[in-house]
Nanobody
Framework: QVQLVESGGGLVQPGGSLRLSCAIS????????IGWFRQAPGKEREGVSC????????YYADSVTGRFTISRDNVRNMVFLQMNSLKPEDTAVYYC??????????????????WGQGTQVTVSS
């Protein structure tokens, strides 16, 4: 059974930090690029950050560059998104997703084979 499960979301004040985790099972993570996406009410889904199957290539949306860091641990089948200096504009449901393709294919074209259920991130004072 293919499954991606996000965790780590919550309520945080502006300027604070959160670390999102994505636990993956049911397929060989070694061949999949993994990405984080987000969607806020009334807005389109956007690619936040993606990482290649071996962790050598990454993509970051301009809006999060310098604040967010993506990483992966293929041995533990985990992908993480460290989010620092959070802004109210970061408020959204965050999803992890997987595709056996390049970072660009996953994060720019937003074409994923598998999606998690999402975790809510709310940045507010």
């Amino acid at each position: 059974q293919v499954q991606l499960v996000e965790s780590g979301g919550g309520l945080v004040q502006p300027g604070g930090s959160l670390r999102l985790s994505c636990a993956i099972s049911g397929f060989n993570l070694d061949y999949y690029a993994i990405g984080w996406f987000r969607q806020a009410p009334g807005k389109e889904r956007e690619g936040v950050s993606c990482i290649s199957s071996r962790g050598l290539n990454t993509y970051y949306a301009d809006s999060v560059t310098g604040r967010f860091t993506i990483s992966r641990d293929n041995v533990r089948n985990m992908v993480f998104l460290q989010m620092n200096s959070l802004k109210p504009e970061d408020t959204a449901v965050y999803y992890c997703a997987a595709r056996p393709a390049t970072v660009q294919s996953l994060c720019v074209t937003i074409g994923a084979d598998y999606w998690g259920q999402g975790t809510q991130v709310t940045v507010s004072s």
